[in-house]
């Protein structure tokens, strides 16, 4: 008989089976379109779907880890989410977690869609018959602002193809998830030794990695092979946990994509108490009962108006995390794992502001702040005879956040005798709405790949979604895509980028700077911006 029929006939044996158990009064309801293998998770019983794409691959949408932090529990570390009864049918993708709409930002626009405080829940894309499969679980980008994991472009199923099992999660953004305030912090300290606040985000993604060892080896995973992946503000979300104490052992192997934490940032309002208060302030809240009683998007125009989100989200509680993250790496007391990581060529086009109203003077005091000494030896590293000072501000600044704190986390990893692997993409991909697959178009003066190896142009070639989102893909992409999601599997499955046999791509040290350029011919180097980089470190 043929696979697709034999496949039918146990799908129709399944339906009559589920009808028997359910009857006709099912909560979440089974059609002949949904139904595949029945799974018992902890919570309860729970079938997925096929892929749209390969229905060789089940997704299973919209799970919950937590409760949902609302009401009481707006503000509170996740809970345990709640048994069901009957078999949940996960064939939808839960709300995005509440976030401003009507965004504009080149390919980070998006417009109106689904938000809800009630978000805390994960995906999970497993190849048929899946068993003891390493597992990467996905934290998205935004600032912790923005985001969420079931956008399209983190699809999972064509990495789901290379044998492994795909989790994308939601997670509590801006206030909702990372608002620190002494009404907040008094509150926590009346259950708990250490009064805390903020950092709500980061307990999610927690919770989910806790949700994950105990239920994906039911799904085909394996427990014991976790690697957490990110880009950006889920980058810096890996780095962070791999510095907190009730993250470890919750996963195995790490991958942070254009953003670290160990960039030493001012130790003034470490724990975020006062932008708490000047959102509550612009809040005009006057009690802990008011703020709880706040509308979401009454929190979201007081974010703007007090200017809390330019500062980092992440803080320092003294729960989640009890010290910076740079403090903890420089004494190699991180995470004991396989770290791969690495940026982009052009991160900082259109990602950071151009000060265009930069003087020369307010210029040549910035250099001597990163460069010391060594201040014109890294305006000679730039094209600066071309540029504004507030672009080669920009340039500097962009490499100083980026390229040397990448390298900083990849130095800080292999000094404590952690198998390390740097990257460096200068593959230009087209600018095209990631978050908007309806409506990709672009349009750049000199063309969609005008733009440069820019912020997020990584994320459609590590999920193998070129063909899903954007447009103007050509074979070379394909082929640079293919190359990437290699890369990532083979680390999820033993912890090097390198395919059994090969060694290519040599662990990253601190003397040969080993650093992997990706693009359509790839090669390994001893460092990319090593002059500049050195300036940065000396200047320390």
């Avoid at 085909?220 to 962070?240: L, R």
């Amino acid at each position: 008989m043929h696979a697709n029929a034999i496949k039918m006939v146990k799908r129709l044996a399944l339906l009559v089976l589920l009808s028997q158990l359910l009857g006709c009064g099912d909560e979440f309801g089974v059609t002949a379109s949904s139904a595949s293998e029945v799974k018992q998770l902890t919570e309860g019983q729970v079938t997925g779907i096929d892929s749209p794409f390969d229905g060789a691959i089940t997704v299973f949408r919209g799970l919950p880890y937590a409760e949902p932090p609302v009401g009481d529990l707006r503000w509170q570390a996740p809970q345990p989410p709640a048994n069901w009864s009957g078999v949940r049918v996960a064939d939808t993708f839960a709300d995005s977690c509440h976030q401003p709409r009507h965004s504009s930002n080149f390919v980070w626009r998006r417009e109106d869609f689904p938000v809800s405080e009630d978000c805390l829940y994960l995906n999970i894309w497993a190849p048929e018959s899946a068993e003891k499969l390493p597992v990467m679980v996905w934290f998205h980008g935004g600032s912790h602002v923005s985001g969420q994991g079931h956008s399209l472009i983190f699809d999972g199923t064509t990495l789901a193809q290379h044998d492994v099992l795909v989790v994308t999660i939601n997670y509590r953004l801006g206030p909702l998830g990372f608002l620190a305030h002494p009404w907040l912090s008094e509150e926590a300290a009346s259950d708990s030794a250490v009064g805390t606040s903020g950092n709500y985000g980061l307990m999610d993604k927690i919770a989910a990695l806790q949700w994950v060892k105990r239920n994906i080896e039911v799904l085909g995973g394996d427990p014991q092979n976790v690697t957490i992946f990110g880009q950006s503000a889920g980058s810096q979300s890996v780095c962070s946990l791999m510095t907190a104490p009730s993250a470890q052992g919750l996963f195995h192997k790490a991958i942070g994509q254009s953003a670290a934490c160990v960039n030493q940032l001012t130790q003034a309002d470490a724990n975020g108490h006062e932008r708490g208060q000047a959102l509550v302030d612009a809040l005009g809240a006057s009690s802990i009962e008011d703020l709880r009683g706040a509308e979401p998007d009454a929190l979201l125009v007081a974010m703007t108006k007090s200017n809390w989100e330019s500062e980092s989200r992440i803080v320092i509680d003294g729960r989640v995390l009890p010290r910076w993250p740079h403090e903890v790496f420089a004494a190699g007391e991180q995470s004991d794992i396989p770290l791969m990581l690495g940026f982009l060529a052009d991160e900082g086009y259109e990602l950071f502001e151009v000060e265009s109203a930069l003087t020369e003077a307010e210029l040549q005091g910035f250099l001597e702040y990163v460069g010391g000494k060594r201040a014109a030896e890294l305006k000679a590293e730039y094209d600066a005879s071309s540029m504004t000072p507030g672009e080669l501000k920009h340039a500097i600044s962009t490499d100083l956040f980026m390229a040397y704190g990448m390298r900083q986390w990849a130095s800080y990893h292999a000094d404590a005798g952690q198998d390390t692997y740097l990257y460096f993409m200068d593959h230009v991909p087209p600018a095209f709405h990631i978050y908007m697959p309806d409506q990709p178009f672009l349009a750049l003066e000199e063309g969609p790949r005008s733009g440069g190896a820019y912020h997020s142009g990584d994320l459609a070639y590590v999920f193998g979604t070129i063909d899903k989102v954007g447009y103007d893909w050509t074979d070379t992409d394909r082929m640079v895509s293919a190359q990437m999601m290699a890369y990532w599997t083979h680390f999820a499955r033993t912890g090097s980028p390198n395919v059994p046999g090969q060694s290519d791509w040599p662990a990253f040290d601190t003397v040969d700077l080993h650093t992997r350029v990706i693009n359509s011919a790839p090669t390994t180097v001893n460092g990319v911006r090593n002059t500049i980089m050195s300036i940065f470190a000396s200047a320390e």
